[in-house]
């Protein structure tokens, strides 16, 4: 045991004392059992039953959590753990209110913990750090977002990259082919067998478009299926009308048949036009005419 200056060093904590008898508290309470503790809390608990404490004034309240903060700091990491660990145990399922959860956040304002960097404050004294930290990570965000920027100027977008970007985001939304898609399917499974296949689905993307059928017997032909409403709309896009959709995949080199919607209720007049157009080989299309 060390004594310097008046003062009683603990020889396990290393902790100094002003007296001999708060030495003996000190070790007490480190070698004490839950039980003791849960005890001798109990004792102080009663004793200060029915008793008034002054009212401190705002110097003393400050000298007293910077003690106490001390004596947390200089605290065995040990004792600290099973300190913490009967807190924990006497917290749970309490309810704290937000007058007292406030009372805690001010009480920290402006203290200086002694295990913390040199120069770290917590509360109203960290806006200069908070600055600092955001203008150091607002430069380094720019900086990636420049090399960023710059490797998409050097980077060409070729139609295969186009093409399998849109196939990409059409999977994502999972399709489905609606009811006059499934009808249209169906006429062609039945009358022209294994010539059609669905690829409405993003299977296939020609010139940032999907079509709705493609021929698969080496026959560049597609059948594009209109709906009465969606293609009738005023003011609607020229790649969305018959002779814009038929010039667009007229420049990849395929033939294109517009079936409306409406000719679907005429199945007879319908197979014959298909038929038509696959005799033909989609001859009917000169690139510049629907």
């Known amino acids: 045991m060390e004594i310097r200056k008046g003062k009683i060093k603990c020889p396990h904590c290393g902790r100094e004392f002003s007296s001999q008898r708060a030495l003996s508290i000190h070790l007490f309470r480190i070698n004490e059992t839950p039980?003791?503790?849960?005890?001798?809390?109990?004792r102080i608990s009663q004793s200060l039953a029915g008793r008034r404490l002054t009212t401190l004034n705002e110097q003393s309240l400050t000298k007293l959590s910077q003690s106490l903060v001390r004596a947390h700091a200089q605290m065995p990491i040990e004792r600290k753990l099973k300190r913490n660990s009967r807190i924990s145990e006497a917290l749970v399922g309490r309810h704290l209110s937000e007058s007292h959860k406030q009372h805690c956040r001010d009480s920290h304002i402006g203290l200086r913990y002694p295990n913390r960097k040199k120069g770290y404050k917590l509360g109203s004294q960290t806006e200069v750090h908070k600055e600092?930290?955001?203008?150091?990570?607002f430069k380094q965000?720019?900086?990636?977002a420049q090399k960023c920027i710059d490797a998409l100027k050097n980077y060409v977008r070729t139609e295969q990259w186009e093409a399998?970007?849109?196939?990409?985001?059409?999977?994502?939304?999972?399709?489905?082919?609606?009811?006059?898609?499934?009808?249209?399917?169906?006429?062609?499974?039945?009358?022209?067998?294994?010539?059609?296949?669905?690829?409405g689905n993003g299977k296939i993307v020609i010139g940032a478009y999907c079509p709705d059928f493609i021929n698969i017997n080496s026959?560049?032909?597609?059948?594009?299926l209109f709906g009465d409403y969606?293609?009738?709309?005023?003011?609607?896009?020229?790649?969305?009308t018959e002779i814009g959709r038929k010039e667009i995949f007229s420049q990849y080199g395929y033939k294109t048949l517009i079936?409306?919607?409406?000719?679907?209720?005429n199945e007879e007049k319908l197979i014959s036009k298909i038929?038509?157009?696959v005799l033909q080989g989609g001859d009917d299309y000169d690139g510049a005419k629907g």
């Open 141 to 144: 965000g720019h900086s990636v």
């Open 132 to 137: 600092k930290v955001k203008h150091t990570w």
């Open 275 to 277: 038929h038509k157009f």
């Open 35 to 42: 039980e003791q503790a849960k005890l001798h809390n109990q």
């Open 230 to 240: 969606w293609h009738t709309r005023p003011n609607i896009p020229y790649h969305q």
């Open 259 to 265: 079936i409306w919607e409406r000719e679907l209720k």
């Open 219 to 224: 026959q560049k032909q597609i059948i594009e």
């Open 164 to 199: 399998k970007r849109i196939s990409s985001v059409i999977h994502a939304c999972h399709p489905s082919p609606n009811k006059s898609e499934r009808r249209l399917d169906d006429i062609l499974k039945i009358y022209f067998p294994g010539q059609w296949q669905y690829v």
